[in-house]
């Protein structure tokens, strides 16, 4: 059986939220029927869009829901009224691919968001701006100072929009203190099925619809709603709160992990470490190893771990984000993303610690 190390691409299915799937599929009807069994479907969906705004410090009627964080990403990009959108150069696939001629912001070695660059970008009157920037990296876990990301933005007038899947069950979620104008989440981070997203907007941003039709979810995403989906991700959020105190106990897991690691390989480093990221996160080259040979080999010794983003229909490929944090092409092309999560044990990452110095044997050899 492998040890499953990759949960920043999808975290194990909750229990709870097994059950909230299973119910639902019980269900007949379609939410926006106005008899009986419609009326139970949509109470459904609901009762899920009040859990998940309780996640994330929002009000029911902020949430919009999605078919993926992708398409969630790309939702809360459509504010009105603003045509040029600023990113840092770190964000996901789903940001950077969703239109065409976004400027990039750089990072620091770190990983951080250069906001002197920001500002500069801006300029004096950024009404005409989006800027989008990740809450927390879901490759190295840098979490950027979004707060004071927002106050620059604000204050030249431009609007905020936070890509927090990565972040959503690990860092504490409020809309409000985050500053933001717009935020994004995935249900599968936090241990509800994949094929389910949201998008939270501020008090009185005014979005564009996604998927005219119908006029489900506020006339902005059009299409009968995935009830089943929707039922998991609401089950999955209402025990977010044990995701996120369970960080510490990742965070000294992750940390004995990566010492460790240091020791038998004096090349390697923790990518980002110098800086703040999640607890749950650990970017660590093997020189002289490809990254998808890596991949491979700990798969065959029992550990799943990934390289890069896991969002790319199988593809690896050099990450963008270690390239723009300037780290050598050697390392970009030898860095491997382990990730832990509640079902990580102490034997799980001192077992991958003992793969790792095998491989790493077999290399010198």
């Not at 459904?44 to 964080?69: H, K, N, Q, Y």
């Not at 660590?284 to 229909?313: K, N, R, W």
Request: hydrophobic content about 50%.
């Amino acid at each position: 059986m492998t040890v499953y190390l990759d949960h920043n691409a999808a975290a194990p299915l909750r229990p709870a939220a097994a059950a909230a799937v299973a119910a639902a599929m019980g269900l007949i009807g379609n939410p926006s029927s106005v008899h009986d069994h419609g009326r139970r479907a949509r109470r459904l969906i609901e009762d899920a869009r009040t859990a998940v705004a309780l996640s994330a410090g929002a009000r029911p009627a902020d949430v919009v829901f999605t078919g993926s964080g992708t398409e969630a990403c790309q939702l809360a990009l459509r504010i009105g009224g603003r045509t040029r959108l600023l990113a840092s150069a770190s964000e996901h696939a789903a940001v950077l691919q969703a239109p065409a001629g976004a400027r990039l912001l750089p990072l620091n070695g770190d990983g951080i968001l250069d906001l002197a660059a920001l500002e500069a970008a801006l300029g004096a009157d950024a009404r005409d701006a989006i800027v989008a920037v990740m809450l927390a990296n879901n490759e190295t876990g840098t979490v950027q100072p979004v707060r004071k990301i927002a106050e620059i933005v604000h204050r030249a007038g431009g609007a905020l929009v936070v890509d927090a899947a990565q972040a959503y069950g690990k860092l504490a979620l409020d809309l409000n203190e985050l500053g933001a104008d717009a935020v994004a989440v995935s249900a599968a981070k936090i241990g509800g099925p994949l094929g389910v997203g949201a998008a939270i907007f501020r008090l009185g941003v005014a979005p564009q619809g996604l998927i005219v039709g119908g006029g489900q979810e506020r006339g902005l995403r059009g299409g009968s709603e995935n009830l089943i989906g929707i039922a998991g991700f609401g089950a999955a959020a209402s025990e977010i709160d044990a995701s996120i105190a369970d960080q510490p106990r990742l965070k000294q897991l992750r940390d004995r992990m990566e010492r460790a690691i240091l020791m038998i390989d004096a090349e390697a480093v923790a990518i980002g470490g110098a800086g703040p990221r999640l607890a749950n996160t650990a970017a660590i080259p093997m020189h002289g190893v490809e990254a998808a040979t890596q991949v491979m080999a700990f798969d065959l010794a029992g550990y799943a771990v990934s390289a890069g983003a896991a969002c790319s229909s199988g593809k690896v490929a050099a990450s963008h984000v270690l390239q723009a944090m300037g780290l050598p092409s050697p390392t970009v092309a030898a860095t491997i993303r382990i990730s832990l999560g509640l079902t990580t044990t102490a034997a799980d990452t001192a077992g991958f610690v003992e793969a790792w110095r095998t491989l790493y044997n077999r290399k010198r050899q």
